[in-house]
């Protein structure tokens, strides 16, 4: 029986069924070009990550749905297309249209079970601000030196 179950969970750990909800097929798609990131607001969004250009949750921000390997370049369908494809600030406000990555200054996150890091280095390495479940943090280890972000558990 204990082999039996082993197996099984091999088999789901092999086929990602263990994995966060920013697991996605085309999350820089969703992350790039869905509604949900600049065209509604923070509080209408489905999206449960705000990432802002000002502390205290102000200036321009950028509503966003799934884990950013770099800030710098979300790649719609994951595959290179000539040059990069930064996700920048939206809303209106100061910071808009600049860049996310090392120009952010505080977050919100909305998801009721999952932690929002904010990473220093690309592809969820280095020091990092976390933001528990309903909350709102100002950047303070990543304040304008931000990279990526990821959804995480403990």
């Given at each position: 029986?204990?082999?039996?179950?082993?197996?099984?969970?091999?088999?789901?750990?092999?086929?990602?069924?263990?994995?966060?909800?920013?697991?996605?097929?085309?999350?820089?798609?969703?992350?790039?070009?869905?509604?949900?990131?600049?065209?509604?607001?923070?509080?209408?969004?489905?999206?449960?990550?705000?990432?802002?250009?000002?502390?205290?949750?102000?200036?321009?921000?950028?509503?966003?749905?799934?884990?950013?390997?770099?800030?710098?370049?979300?790649?719609?369908?994951?595959?290179?297309?000539?040059?990069?494809?930064?996700l920048n600030f939206c809303h209106g406000g100061n910071g808009n249209l600049q860049g996310i990555k090392?120009?952010?200054?505080?977050?919100?996150?909305?998801?009721?079970?999952?932690?929002?890091?904010?990473?220093?280095?690309?592809g969820y390495k280095g020091s990092a601000d976390w933001s528990s479940p309903r909350s709102q943090t100002?950047?303070?280890?990543?304040?304008?030196?931000?990279?990526?972000?990821?959804?995480?558990?403990?």
């Amino acid at each position: 029986m204990k082999r039996k179950f082993f197996l099984v969970a091999a088999a789901a750990v092999a086929m990602g069924a263990f994995v966060t909800p920013s697991a996605h097929a085309n999350t820089g798609f969703e992350n790039q070009m869905s509604p949900e990131a600049c065209e509604k607001s923070q509080a209408a969004s489905d999206f449960k990550y705000a990432i802002y250009y000002n502390s205290n949750y102000g200036g321009a921000y950028r509503n966003v749905g799934y884990s950013v390997w770099d800030f710098a370049d979300e790649r719609i369908g994951g595959a290179p297309q000539g040059g990069t494809q930064p996700l920048n600030f939206c809303h209106g406000g100061n910071g808009n249209l600049q860049g996310i990555k090392n120009n952010a200054a505080s977050v919100k996150n909305k998801h009721s079970t999952y932690y929002a890091v904010t990473y220093y280095n690309s592809g969820y390495k280095g020091s990092a601000d976390w933001s528990s479940p309903r909350s709102q943090t100002n950047l303070s280890v990543t304040k304008n030196e931000n990279a990526s972000f990821a959804w995480q558990t403990l």
